[in-house]
């Protein structure tokens, strides 16, 4: 009996420190493990999707997020895109391709916060610095 939940379990241990680690050959790989083993029953801790309304308390911090692009803004070293959810958007910065308009992603990124002050109070919002994102299907 021993022998029937060692094979099974060592594979799930692999599977996971591959995908919380991440692959050295390619960077999405750990990302992409991460969002297919969350969607199995017991493991949705591997993938927590933070609300976007939620994303201000991980300023500094890495956050994973989800929800479907609704605009591009070009910039002169990237592009920003928009990434809304039921609870709110946020800007996405990346110097890779962005997802195109209207495809739903899971983005896991750096939270920032650009402060904009207006008469002493700080009116700024949160953006996010992409680190990697996924294409949902």
Do not use: C
């Amino acid at each position: 009996m021993l022998k029937r939940l060692a094979y099974p379990s060592l594979l799930g241990l692999i599977l996971i420190s591959l995908s919380l680690g991440g692959a050295r050959a390619n960077p999405g790989l750990g990302f992409l493990l991460r969002e297919q083993l969350g969607n199995l029953p017991g493991l949705g801790w591997l993938s927590p999707a933070t609300p976007i309304a939620d994303l201000g308390q991980h300023r500094g911090g890495t956050a994973s997020f989800e929800g479907q692009v609704t605009r591009h803004l070009p910039l002169l070293d990237g592009t920003l895109y928009q990434v809304t959810d039921s609870s709110g958007a946020i800007w996405v910065q990346t110097k890779a391709t962005p997802p195109e308009i209207g495809q739903p992603v899971a983005v896991q990124a750096t939270i920032r916060h650009e402060p904009i002050l207006m008469r002493g109070q700080d009116i700024g919002e949160a953006y996010a610095e992409e680190l990697e994102h996924v294409v949902k299907e």
